[in-house]
């Protein structure tokens, strides 16, 4: 009977967890809702190992439900996953659930720390992490972790448009895979060159 | 008189057929290469980036004028040098051949003036292949393709250079082309002061060159002491301004080892023609 009250008080426990961590995801999601549209002059700092470029203005343009859409003048380098899919994966509360796994500082806020799960066996999307100020319904990091591209790292940083749940700035953390260059159109032909590198930051 | 026998070999040059094969050659080989990057250019690119492109995404207009001219000399540079010998390494040995050296040689000209005006000849005409593969290539894929950042891949990686630092690169590096190019002029003038017929200079420049640049690409320690010292080795020393930042001690190192290169050619010619027996 002990054991039985044990389990039962773990259970609630849990289920209630559970239900924290929705309510969070979802009043981050209904404030990113509120946004059907917009446009964004972005400057764009890429920190990519094995790639020299300079700093790129571009422009980012959104339409609910998921059309992005990125026009640079230059050569801009973003990550492939990131920039709405996040958002995207998150609309469709049906395809996930989310557990509470604590909370953590991040600088002086008091971040909510969910994981989000995806309920669908096609999802690329493995496990989404999210710190979340509570407070503000914000997401302030995140981390998708996905078939095809490994692990991305998201910091936010929230200005005037907070309200709306738009970032002024992100810093993009990628894991990037062994970049092999075709040595037929390198430069130098006596080189081949196989680099085994880690992290670009975007 | 000097120049006015340079004034003739340049007019000699142009009355030659063979010297249209060239520019008719360029002119159809970046023709192709257009179209095909016109049809098909997307798939060369992702050739390029495929390795990035798993994490990475590339936005703006990488197809452009500036990758299309930079492709371009990539392709051809490794061609031209036949062009080239196929006109310079006929200037001497043809003259011999056609018997008209003798007469030649009875103008009031030193042997010296008569090799140096070849030579300069066979430089302006070098000048204008090169001068003419920068106009198709570079400005004629300007106007088809558009402009945009320039994206080069090389042995460290991506280089992404900004549209607005492209030209200046390419004005040094056609310079730097024009004088791998003129390496090969005068090494087919020296062969040909030693020959009495067409062919021969001319296959065995190219015998120079493909030796040459097997040396420099075998993996093999032996030749490793000798690989900075062959000019093929720094023919393509013009990649180096598409660096960032850019090797300027290597340039310079390959542009004087060009340099010496063709002095060296030029004084075997010289040597070599004044003390040609010429009995034709």
Redesign the interface.
Same mark, same amino acid.
Request: charged share 25%; hydrophobic share 50%.
């Given at each position: 009977m002990k054991h039985l009250f044990f389990i039962s008080i773990l259970l609630t426990h849990f289920i209630s967890r559970a239900q924290d961590a929705n309510e969070l995801v979802k009043a981050v999601r209904i404030k990113l809702e509120k946004v059907t549209d917009y446009s964004a002059n972005v400057h764009i700092k890429a920190q990519? !190992?094995?790639? *020299?470029?300079?700093e790129?203005d571009?422009q980012v343009f959104y339409k609910q439900p998921n059309q992005m859409k990125?026009?640079? *003048?230059?050569?801009?380098?973003? !990550? *492939?996953q990131g920039l709405g899919e996040l958002n995207n994966f998150l609309t469709n509360e049906k395809a996930y659930t989310c557990a509470l796994n604590g909370y953590k500082m991040l600088g002086d806020v008091k971040t909510a720390v969910v994981s989000v799960l995806p309920l669908t066996e096609n999802s690329d999307v493995i496990l989404v992490k999210l710190w979340i100020d509570p407070v503000k319904d914000l997401i302030l990091q995140s981390q998708i972790t996905s078939k095809?591209?490994?692990t991305l790292d998201v910091d936010y940083f929230y200005g005037d448009q907070a309200k709306y749940g738009l970032p002024y700035k992100m810093i993009f953390t990628?894991?990037? *895979?062994k970049?092999?260059?075709?040595k037929s159109?390198?430069?130098?032909?006596?080189?081949t060159?196989i680099?085994e590198v880690s992290k670009?930051v975007? | 008189m000097l120049w006015k026998n340079t004034y003739n070999e340049f007019i000699k040059i142009l009355a030659k057929p063979r010297s249209y094969i060239g520019l008719a050659a360029l002119t159809l080989l970046i023709c192709i290469i257009l179209f095909a990057m016109k049809a098909d250019g997307r798939m060369y690119i992702s050739f390029v980036t495929a390795s990035f492109e798993q994490t990475l995404s590339f936005n703006g207009n990488i197809l452009n004028g500036n990758l299309i001219a930079f492709i371009v000399l990539q392709m051809l540079i490794v061609h031209i040098p036949l062009l080239v010998a196929l006109v310079t390494g006929d200037l001497l040995s043809g003259e011999a051949a056609m018997g008209t050296l003798r007469m030649l040689l009875t103008k009031p000209i030193s042997r010296s003036q008569v090799v140096l005006s070849k030579l300069i000849a066979a430089a302006v005409y070098t000048f204008i292949l090169v001068i003419w593969m920068g106009f198709l290539a570079l400005m004629v894929g300007r106007w088809v393709f558009g402009s945009g950042d320039l994206i080069v891949l090389n042995s460290d990686g991506l280089v992404i250079l900004n549209d607005a630092d492209v030209l200046w690169r390419y004005g040094l590096a056609f310079l730097v082309a024009y004088l791998a190019l003129l390496t090969i002029a005068t090494l087919s003038v020296a062969f040909s002061a030693f020959a009495d017929n067409s062919i021969g200079p001319i296959v065995s420049t190219m015998a120079v060159i493909i030796l040459f640049t097997i040396i420099g690409s075998l993996d093999v320690s032996v030749f490793d002491s000798v690989k900075p010292w062959l000019f093929t080795t720094h023919m393509a020393s013009w990649r180096s301004f598409f660096n960032d930042p850019v090797p300027w001690s290597a340039i310079w190192e390959s542009i004087w080892i060009l340099l010496a290169h063709n002095i060296l050619f030029v004084a075997i010619a010289l040597i070599q023609f004044q003390r040609k027996d010429i009995t034709s």
């Open positions: 990519v !190992p094995m790639i *020299k470029i300079d790129v571009a990125v026009e640079s *003048k230059g050569i801009a380098i973003l !990550p *492939k095809s591209n490994g990628i894991d990037v *895979k970049f092999k260059l075709p159109v390198a430069a130098d032909l006596h080189m060159s680099k670009a975007v | -």
